[in-house]
């Protein structure tokens, strides 16, 4: 199966149809009846997808399991045809359109097999997703502007020429993939100075993310977060509070970092840790959605 790990846990909601169409106008009369000699088609077939919603995984190789969370089996019934919807919430990693294609499939195929001794025509048109909500397309903002973003690496070995930077570089690839144009990057030692002017520095130049890796552990040196606390205009704890809760599910280390998210003027400053893994599972945790931090203050703005 697909890695699915990096994800985080989100609202999923999917939508799958099916027609059964019938050879025979007394067919629909029967099932509106229920005089169906097998029983009462429309409510067995409702039971039958209930359970294929809860199975999935068992039949599609590389589905995941999920908490299925909620499962509705709805009809309309017309002349010659009944339309079955399939509606399934889930709170996790994927989603849940395989699920409802699979329970509007075995709802379909259990109409179908208590229909066949009174209607030999009977057949299985168009299982088909008809919405799919939740994902990651549904969590990436439309922010009109290019974003531009700073990576500074804040290392007194690495700044010395003794060790090479692989967290600068993780984030530089996971924020390019998310559309973000990195315009450089810098590395400097845990100097309190040093941070505080960078940062003034690239919001005077109008970059829009400002990501410093490095020195928000508990250190004598490392003091990232004091230096950035000192000249943000404030905070945004719920992204702090975002990066922490994701790793704390990677790591029990997670809860000594001190990751600091604020505003400085137009510029939003991350200061993210030092380890290649905790600055990458940071990037994972807030994007795409961090990136509405823009569209907001993009429309303030234009207020």
């Known amino acids: 199966m697909v890695d699915i790990t990096y994800k985080s846990n989100t609202l999923r909601k999917a939508i799958a149809q099916a027609i059964v169409r019938v050879s025979l106008p007394q067919t629909i009369e029967a099932i509106r009846n229920r005089t ?8 067995c077939a409702r039971v039958a997808g209930l359970f294929a919603a809860k199975r999935t995984a068992d039949m599609i190789p590389d589905c995941h399991p999920l908490p299925v969370e909620f499962t509705s089996v709805n009809y309309e019934v017309s002349d010659m045809e ?3 919807f399939v509606e399934i919430h889930t709170i996790y990693k994927t989603g849940v359109e395989v699920e409802a294609m699979h329970a509007a499939s075995v ?13 030999k025509g009977v057949t299985i048109e168009q299982i088909k997703l008809v919405e799919k909500r939740g994902g990651k397309s549904d969590r990436t903002p439309g922010v009109t502007k290019s974003i531009s973003a700073r990576i500074v690496v804040c290392s007194d070995t690495i700044s010395a020429g003794k060790g090479e930077d692989r967290a600068g570089e993780i984030i530089r690839e996971k924020l390019e993939k ?3 144009q990195v315009v450089d990057k810098l590395i400097i030692p845990d100097d309190r100075d040093q941070i505080q002017s960078l940062a003034k520095e690239s919001q005077m130049k109008g970059i829009d993310l400002i990501v410093f890796t490095g020195g928000t552990g508990l250190s004598p040196r490392d003091i990232t977060p004091e230096a950035l606390a000192e000249i943000i205009d404030r905070r945004i704890p719920g992204i702090e509070e975002a990066i922490r809760s994701y790793g704390q599910q990677r790591t029990p280390y997670a809860m000594l970092s001190r990751s600091l998210v604020g505003q400085i003027g137009d510029s939003v400053v991350l200061a993210l840790p030092g380890s290649s893994s905790g600055a990458g599972e940071s990037i994972d945790a807030i994007f795409p959605a961090f990136l509405h931090v823009f569209k907001v203050m993009e429309g303030k703005r234009h207020d």
């Open 36 to 43: 169906v000699p097998k029983g009462d088609v429309l409510e």
């Open 178 to 180: 998310h559309g973000v």
């Open 107 to 119: 709802v379909a195929l259990t109409m179908y097999d208590m229909l066949k001794p009174i209607d």
């Open 82 to 84: 009944v339309t079955i």
